[in-house]
């Protein structure tokens, strides 16, 4: 499994996969953060289909076209609002790892890369987040089987970025 999942940090609109992960909004209109950054890269067209598509609730994720993006798709998946954690916030987040994961299955992508869901203005603990996302990744590629190859977990920093290797230093022991 190691050789499947990889932890890196950079800018993930820069990383050629077949598809990112948007931490979205429910509205799936341009927000800040990487979601932000992700439809400035992408170009005016995101925008028009994210309208088309009408929104996506907490916890699903939807696919669109990558664009100007060097990925080919973009899975917009919305992660929950931190609220102390006992607003069924961890299933929430399981939701958006295992939907999108799910998404790449269904439509044969060998890559994915994915953002710290949750972890900027929504204010998720980013070391809880880091362990659900490792987890649930894993439990989908491995109930799955196939395709996607290659998981990418891209932070924005290395402190994200150590987060995610002790989590999954930590599940593969």
């Known amino acids: 499994m190691r050789d499947r999942l990889s932890v890196v940090v950079g800018d993930i609109t820069k990383l050629e996969v077949d598809a990112i992960v948007n931490a979205a909004n429910e509205q799936l209109l341009r927000g800040g ?10 170009g005016p067209e995101l925008q028009e289909e994210c309208r088309k598509i009408g929104g996506c609730p907490t916890g699903e994720a939807r696919l669109t076209k990558g664009y100007r993006l060097p990925a080919r798709h973009v899975i917009h998946t919305v992660g929950p609002v931190w609220r102390g954690g006992n607003a069924g916030e961890p299933d929430f987040l399981a939701a958006c790892y295992r939907n999108s994961i799910s998404i790449a299955n269904a439509q044969g992508f060998a890559s994915i890369a994915f953002p710290a869901i949750s972890t900027g203005i929504y204010g998720y603990p980013a070391d809880e987040a880091a362990a659900i996302a490792v987890k649930t990744t894993m439990d989908a590629l491995l109930e799955l089987g196939g395709d996607p ?6 932070c924005f920093s290395e ?4 987060h995610h290797r002790a989590a999954l230093d930590s599940i593969l022991q």
Do not use: L, N, Q
């Open 149 to 154: 190859e290659k998981v990418i977990f891209c």
């Open 159 to 162: 402190e994200g970025a150590a």
């Open 33 to 42: 953060g990487v979601d932000g950054a992700i439809h400035r890269a992408a």
